[in-house]
């Protein structure tokens, strides 16, 4: 099957689309990094202060 030029024109698909589900796991994922860093940085504020408590 051969398509004329015209026809090839109007092919769409087969790119990449953003959705609410890729957003939504960018925002977890950007989420998770930022708890991780808060958590790293109390403890070395804890370890750095000597208050375990």
Known sequence: M???E???YEIQGG???INA????AFARAIS???????TVGS?????YSKNYC
Not at 21 to 24: F, G, K, M, R
Not at 32 to 38: C, E, H, N, V
Not at 43 to 47: D, K, L, N, T
Request: aromatic share 0%; no cysteine; proline share 0%.
């Open 6 to 8: 015209t026809e090839l």
């Open 21 to 24: 589900t890729l957003i939504n």
């Open 43 to 47: 403890a070395i504020r804890r370890i």
């Open 15 to 17: 790119g990449i689309s």
């Open 32 to 38: 998770t990094i930022l708890d991780l860093g808060r």
């Open 2 to 4: 051969h398509l004329k």
